[in-house]
Nanobody, 124 residues
Framework: QVQLVESGGGSVQPGASLRVSCAASGRTLSNFGMAWFRQAPGKERAFVTGIARSGSITTHLNAAKGRFTISRDEAKNMVYLQMNSLQPEDTAVYYC?????????????????WGKGTLVTVSS
């Protein structure tokens, strides 16, 4: 059984950095496409960034480009999202998701495995 567990969320002030983590059991994350989505209050869940099995990275949200970085640690079987220069509009629940193949997708319907999310709140 595949389980994904996010951690590392919290409340920070604007301009701060935060790293959220995704730990997996029942699956070797580096063998599949992995992605981070986020869902802000009152909005739909949106793709933030993802890393394919090949290591190719795609970042979708314009707001995240240059500030958010996905990485993975094969030895620990974990995926991370490093977020810098956080802004109030980054407030959201952040989810990691695993696809069923090597690739990543913008649509959340392409990911059969999800964590429960970790809340990131950016406020002064």
């Amino acid at each position: 059984q595949v389980q994904l567990v996010e951690s590392g969320g919290g409340s920070v002030q604007p301009g701060a950095s935060l790293r959220v983590s995704c730990a997996a059991s029942g699956r070797t994350l580096s063998n599949f496409g992995m992605a981070w989505f986020r869902q802000a209050p009152g909005k739909e869940r949106a793709f933030v960034t993802g890393i394919a099995r090949s290591g190719s990275i795609t970042t979708h949200l314009n707001a995240a480009k240059g500030r958010f970085t996905i990485s993975r640690d094969e030895a620990k079987n974990m995926v991370y999202l490093q977020m810098n220069s956080l802004q109030p509009e980054d407030t959201a629940v952040y989810y990691c998701a695993s696809s069923e193949n090597d690739y990543i997708y913008f649509s959340d319907t392409q990911y059969p495995y999800w964590g429960k999310g970790t809340l990131v709140t950016v406020s002064s």
